[in-house]
């Protein structure tokens, strides 16, 4: 009588799982949009160990991820376990000096990718998500070319958040990054006790990356609106002025999380 | 800048958090099959302090629920937020001598009820799930009356999990409360530390209830199977013999939670 | 080799048809508010046939249905079959100066639904559609009684598209139908023919109904706002007045159709 | 006062129309299973018109597709609107001794396309599809390689109707088409009369295509398993050998239909 597993549910064979062990592989196709708005409002969603950006600079994010486990062949093996699709906000900031970013408001459509994000500190809701894919043949929907526009949007409980897109410009110099894409991400890990006691998890974390790749970069126009939600602060957050946008392909590993007090 | 929420995401004026605080108030439809499956199977997913029943003894539930916090009201205002379905087995056991269960395996459709079971314990995964509800008039579905029968089935990444049936042979005695529903539930709180250490959280924990409630029962004969998938280890609990079903309506108000160590 | 079915799919069995035949059973429970608008918007979306109110009369409808066949048991027998939600706007209107009702705009989150209204003219697209349900023991969520509030609300293509609620006052008398309940609904049947040609059928078509049942109505105050959505015309219908609400239970039986021309 | 819309729902200013007029263009991504079955049993699913295949041949075909109209920019613009999967089984055929295929079973992940099916005579049913999507950089995914896995799999009403795998073997020649993507689907329009007439429409009708175009073609190892519903006679068409399997990217325009009697 010994449970098995890493995450819940615990079960006899380890199967029943819901996340498995890092390391984790994800790759996806990004629609983002560089933004700015109300400095106050992009200050007010950092932690107290983050400084605001003094411009108000954001990255509204879509991605169409695979992801996959080293040590669970099933999660890429069956495509409604491994893949997903998640939009999020990241708000640049500044940690100890060096460029950091938070995301503060995310949302995804699989529960694998909610509950290893929470793990992570990514404050995960399910919502609904929709990307343009480019097509390789035909004119069913934009190839990846100068004039394609690729969308994205996202609701929750039928509400919509936010809506992007990116019209296509020029293809960056190979090795070029986009800054939304290079910020390392710090999140609050936060457990509350159900027993009234102080929360039983409450730090910042960051992943840990390996194999880091960013390909197929091009930039071009945006346009970026958020909407309104009884449950939502992300409205706050809204652009006031939209920089550009950008598409790409990433991926990386994530093998741990590098750990500091909230 | 000081952060507001009991739960993942914080913001500036908490509205964002997914989970409100404790108290929370239910009050739910169910149906309900008691089986008994394979003994040491049953042993099998429980934990160390807890015994296993003699029989094999578990129920399966089915539960329409709708869901209030105390100090939220937009749980309840808004039925897309604070209303879901689940499904789970309660595996009958003792701890110390004492009658309880054990939930190893649940699915939900809502994202607030998964993060709030997760909070409890509860093993939660996102899953379809529905159930017959009765109608008051005409002959579009089935009345509350002898001899209706009452459905429900889950399924997870497209793989139909379970699917069970109560056909109403008698309304029970006024104060009767099927066994699932009043025996106490130890879940196993665990949260895996992605920085490498041990888990950040693990202990045994139940909900410390109020107000507790359970009317309008209806017994009646049962069916009830379950079916294979690569992520779940149910169908190892399958029944071998059907005892009985159930149908009633439950309420409570969970304050808070009892903790022991794992 | 003979295929069956009264709809598509034909099979050799006759058991992949996705509607069967009529009559076809209902029970629902209604949440409806009746409101006025734009004279000129309401006009503008009746056949030429039917005669505006003066008065920019409509009732906006949610309701969580029941659904069984007379002669396929299948129906009722699986509630992710047989159930399912609908919201709708119903503009009142007459045809020959009988009072009618007209329903341009519906939405269902079921495909025998879409299907069976398409067959009927109601003009239905799948979307994504809440209702608070009544509880019968316990806080979590409100019972039908004075003061309790019930909300529905549609989305479709993440958008919102409607938001209404009704908060109960007095329970109607015995008998009382709400107008929004009791008006013939003239739809439009239309098949587009793929082949170049005039439409494969147009016509304007009403359902024959048996066996009406309206039960357990309550009036209330209402609230009711429209959404933008670029595929969706119902914002020029928005509300300018709430009459009211209501909430009711409702039966009947659908046996076939009474047709005139478009 | 007049109505505007190819399709349902009218409207002044036809924007809601669910479908527009072709032409419609298409691009797709395709993992196909070409598989035998019970003679007579894929005998069974053909109208009278069309001749059965000596071998039981047939093509299990998951397809993402992205679609536009040359008409309403509004189908691409939008990747909620324009982009669904789709799952089916196309049965090898003769029609006055030409090839062809009929598609008895069929199902989709978005209304667009199964109303826009059911007027080509598609008899489309609305599934929940999964299909593994290539990456094209890091370890999240398969890339489009020797030895990657595809998967798809179809659910409907929360039971797995089919479940199917490739691993590419070898890139086909420049040219190469499938035969499972080059044969005319033959399909069944079919009207039923509410008002208890004979069938409104009850023809059938070929698409007229162009721009015909299938590219980047792998062939592979197959896997290929249906399982039961109530509600399906899909498992009568299973599979006792597979022939292989096939991975490409297809696309074409629908211009109109050819139509002769049922």
New interface residues.
Partial sequence: ?S?Q?????????G??S??P??PW????DVIGIDFQGDVG?M??????SMQPSEDGSATFVFI?????SETDP?T????????YKEAYVAVHATVDGARAARV???WVD??LS??RG????F?K??G?I????P????????KVEHGA?F?????S????LAHGSVTLQAQAAAGFVPKGMRLPIWH?????????GPP??HDL?R?VLT?F?C??VWDGDATLEFGES?????A?LAPREIIGGFRC??????T????RPA
């Fill in positions: 009588m449970l597993g890493w995450s819940l549910p615990l079960s006899p064979g199967a029943a819901l996340v062990p890092p592989h994800f790759s996806g409002a200050a007010s969603v950092l932690p107290r169409d991820w695979s992801s996959a099933r890429a093996a069956d495509p409604a376990r491994g893949q503060p408001y995310i699989n529960d909610f509950a929470h793990i992570q500190g404050p809701k399910i609904t929709a990307m343009t894919r097509v390789t043949v035909g004119r069913g929907g934009p526009t969308v994205g949007h996202v609701a409980l039928g509400r919509r609050t890990r936060l457990v509350p006790d159900l027993a009234g039983l998890v974390a992943n194999d790749a390909v197929d009884d449950f939502e602060e992300l706050a392909s990433i991926a990386f590993t994530i741990g999380a590098e750990v």
